[in-house]
């Protein structure tokens, strides 16, 4: 069976996968991606993001987002919305902005509510928050947290709640899929968030992993289970596992594997709803132009032939 078949027949939500923009010229590419028994979910990849959706202050462009949702609406595949209020890929009105905490308030509220009302109804799941913390649990100091402190937090998932209340409001981040610092911190901001009644449905693990470094099946699951232990859902949101290139037939059974690990534990984990790869392909992968000298770390290669990490994944299932 397909991916998504399967992740459904055991009990997920949906298997699915990133896409972006430019590479919706590319038929082939379009054919794979439609496959609703392949992929039963889409994020946008760029799209979506702050630069891209307000890239003037009060002025919203949905061209490119709207794209992928019209695709993913026709194919009936589900949508992840991928994000409000992130430090990267901000419009330079923001990032370099001076604000006062009132204005920059307003400013996190337009946008939030905008981006997620005008798809209100469409979208399963928000990042509504990206990547609050540094590695350490130490929050990230951006122009969001610089200005508002914390309060940043419940005031996009206020705003998110309120333009869109069916959809799963999520915080997302890395290297909190498995037990240490930053995931003490993450269920530490979960607990004040809930106790405070601030709106918040599930947990992201980004899962941006090396190949041979990924953790165990059993530490990736009594993490996710330490955070639905708090009463959120959680995903994998953003799996992908690169390695230093070139491939090798060691390199690409390790990484077989290494998706096995990964699908397994969400399997383990009710609470775990659904996986996202990082896009789908070698070819369009953030990977190598992100790590220098790495790549390979999706389950299609650059010519859309499957490539062993495929069968780890159904094996996972
Ligand atoms: C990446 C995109 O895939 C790239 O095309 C872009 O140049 C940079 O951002 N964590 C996230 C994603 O939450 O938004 C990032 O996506 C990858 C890391």
Known sequence: AKLNTLAKAKGKLY??????????????????????????????GNSMKWDATEPTQGQFSWTGADQIVNLATTNGQVLRGHNCVWHNQLPSWVSSGSFTSAQLTSIIQNHCSTLVGHYKGQIYSWDVVNEPFNDDGTWRTDVFYNTLGTDYIQIALNAARSADPAAKL???????????????????????????SVPLDG????????????????????????????????????????????????????????????????QAVDQCVGITIWDW??????????????????PWDENFQKKPAYDGIAIGF
């Open 15 to 44: 298997f699915g996968s990133a896409t972006d923009n430019p590479e919706l010229t590319n038929t082939a590419y379009v054919a794979i991606l439609s496959d609703s028994t392949t992929f039963g979910q889409i994020t946008p």
């Open 170 to 196: 999520y915080i997302n981040d890395y290297n909190i899929e498995y037990p240490g610092a930053k995931s003490t911190a993450m269920q530490s901001l979960v607990k004040t968030l809930k106790a405070a």
């Open 203 to 266: 947990i992201g693990l980004q899962s941006h992993f090396i190949v041979g470094s990924v953790p165990s099946t059993s530490s990736l699951e009594s993490n996710m289970n330490a955070f639905v232990a708090l009463g959120v859902e959680v995903a994998i949101t953003e799996l992908d596992i690169r390695m230093t290139l070139p491939t090798t037939p060691t390199l690409l059974a390790q990484q077989k594997t290494d998706y096995t690990s990964v699908i397994s534990a969400c």
């Open 281 to 298: 392909t070698d070819k369009y992968s953030w990977v190598p132009s992100t790590f220098s000298g790495q790549g390979a770390a999706l």
